[in-house]
């Protein structure tokens, strides 16, 4: 059976090992660095992006990260995990882990009172699909090398490049493990292809 | 396609999304900066922090709105802001204002000393006060999307925080023991909604997040309640009264992620000079005691 961490330093944990465990994968607490080793694959929750990447810095996560997707290893960032990944941030100077080739705006759609439950139709994963999104952020700008998996009124809600996935919203605080499901499949394709061998 | 806010899940989902993290009370822009700096994940702005409340006496009541404008103005994590319990106009204009929660709080003067706002009419999530499974029940009746231990606000004191959080925990641990027929019974004798018993029963655990509130004022404390069950904390007084609220802000967040691990706690409480002074509980008169201003 494959093994996913979550990055547990702060936010919806729980939720999303909740969903791991029911795509029948092992889910476990990503609280210190060397456990990166034991997993197959990463989830970076939703929660706080700036909260996130003081306690990344604080405990040496950031290179380790970094290296895990280098090595191909795939990594799922929902709402302030999409932020993590991005190349650059809309007004901020520096980003975050940037791993993946695309501009992000925080709090896009606008403040509490603005978030919205929408249907989606999520390509890899389904249609009619419940997303909820928490002053959710949204992609701005991807690079030739992301593909673009879902939008709401044009703007970029999930998004794809290699070994990374990225969606703006929460799936998981719904039931719907479509996406889980399809991550679980990326993590599965790449432990049973030659190259993660060779690693 | 269809495009809903202020749902029930948006609302709860917005407090979940707080989790394992640390609210700071702040009175102005530069206290809500350092406070995002430290890695707080949300901010309480105020007129004044619940120890000068408890210091200047009289009514207290929601804060001027152009504070809360400046901490909105100033941080991009979210603002929260505090009403009078059943102060429903004070809810409304925080709401329109852009607050993203507001804490329907003891803290403050009640306005109402019968009845709490109907939260579900909002758009805007609340977390309420609670001090034992009835009245997280009553509030989450009420459409309070998530709650927090009342504890004593403002003493820097963290013996009632623990009581409340220890008592919620106990009797959720007794209602999920219990057969249905004697569900009935205990909501009739807790004052709770059947319905939400029945839930809590099933799930072994309230549908929404429970922070502790109420008297946490060093690295330890926010450690304690986390170790007691408590889905993150809120600190109020605590930071911008120690002497170095920098220090003390990072602290305890770093204590909260990691509050067991025991050595890096002793690390974070170095050298962070005097915590706030704190109030013994048995010198507070019946009429000082902020948690008793509800049920």
Known sequence: ?199 | MTNNTGTERVKRGMAEMQKGGVIMDVVNAEQAKIAEAAGAVAVMALERVPSDIRAAGGVARMADPTITEEVLNAVSIPVMAKARIGHIVEARVLEAMGADYIDESEVLTPADDVYHINKSDFTVPFVCGCRNLGEAARRIGEGASMLRTKGEPGTGNIVEAVRHMRQVQSEIRKVTSMSRDEVMTYAKEIGAPFELLLDIREEGRLPVVNFAAGGIATPSDAALMMELGADGVFVGSGIFKSDNPEKFAKSIVEATTHYQDYKLIAELSKDLGTAMKGVEMSTLEAGDRMQDRSE
């Open chain 1, 1 to 199: 059976m494959i093994t996913i961490g979550v990055l547990a330093l702060q936010g919806a944990v729980r939720e999303h090992m909740r969903s791991i465990e029911t795509c029948a994968a092992k889910a476990i607490e990503i609280k210190h660095k060397e456990q990166l080793a034991d997993i197959d694959g990463l989830i970076l929750p939703g929660g706080e992006s700036t909260t996130m990447r003081r306690l990344i810095d604080s405990y040496g996560f950031f290179e380790a990260i970094q290296q895990f997707g280098k090595q191909g290893k795939p990594i799922f960032g929902t709402c302030a995990g999409l932020i993590l990944m991005a190349d650059e941030v809309e007004e901020q100077v520096q980003s975050h882990l940037a791993l993946m080739d695309m501009k992000v705006a925080r709090n896009a759609f606008g403040r509490q009172v603005a978030s919205f439950e929408a249907s989606l139709d999520i390509k890899y994963a389904g249609n009619d699909f419940k997303a909820v999104f928490i002053r959710a952020p949204y992609i701005t700008k991807v690079g030739p090398k992301v593909e673009i998996l879902a939008t709401w009124q044009d703007k970029i809600v999930a998004a794809k490049q290699d070994n990374y996935l990225c969606t703006a919203f929460h799936p998981e605080l719904t039931d719907d493990n479509r996406i889980m499901q399809y991550f679980v499949s990326m993590v599965k394709q790449r432990e049973g292809s030659p190259v993660a061998a060779e690693i």
